[in-house]
């Protein structure tokens, strides 16, 4: 096995661009420990960490469990120092899609995109919507029995008024097309 070359600048890149303080981890593995998606996961939480901290970029962009966090905010919560791993997992999806790294988890990837159109159009979800473009994106749509249970959850889903019939936007806009001007690169 090859010996592990920390490289700083990766560590301080990844630090300043998602404003995670990735620095602070040291160890405990609170993060991991109550993550409810960990055993779909190839590295623990933790190990993504301390891989940014000791600068293995290529190792993580080949990972899988940047693509498969759920962002559940569970590791934020249980973390002692505050290390705010779906941010920075969110940073790390971002750089691989900019870099146009094949990605084996393409329906995540498309769907982190329609997401970030979503909020960049809207300043919030419509579900609607968002499902609507990730079963075209997907071909989910060919399949009648998928299009029908989908149908059938969206119509129990917007009769206990859990599903809105009309988007609504976020009244003051600019603060968001500014922050998308500044960050989003995949839109």
């Given at each position: 096995?090859?010996?592990?070359?920390?490289?700083?600048?990766?560590?301080?890149?990844?630090q300043s661009e998602s404003g995670v303080n990735v620095s602070a981890c040291y160890g405990c593995k609170k993060c991991s420990n109550g993550c409810p998606v960990r055993f779909a996961m190839d590295l623990h939480p933790y190990q993504v960490v301390r891989l940014v901290q000791l600068g293995q970029a290529e190792r993580l962009k080949d990972c899988e469990t940047i693509w498969v966090c759920s962002s559940c905010q569970t590791c934020v919560t249980r973390c002692p120092n505050d290390v705010d791993l779906p941010r920075l997992m969110d940073y790390l999806k971002e750089a691989v899609a900019v870099?146009?790294?094949?990605v084996r988890q393409k329906r995540v990837l498309d769907f982190h995109r329609i997401f970030l159109r979503e909020i960049r159009v809207r300043g919030r979800i419509f579900e609607a919507s968002l499902m609507t473009r990730q079963m075209l994106k997907s071909g989910d749509f060919m399949s009648f029995q998928k299009a029908?249970?989908?149908?059938?959850?969206?119509?129990?889903?917007?009769?206990?008024?859990?599903l809105r019939l009309l988007p609504e936007r976020v009244k003051d806009r600019k603060w968001l097309k500014e922050l998308f001007r500044e960050e989003g690169k995949l839109l």
């Open positions: 096995m090859a010996a592990i070359r920390p490289d700083v600048d990766f560590l301080k890149e990844v870099e146009g790294r094949a029908v249970k989908d149908a059938r959850l969206g119509l129990a889903m917007l009769r206990r008024g859990r």
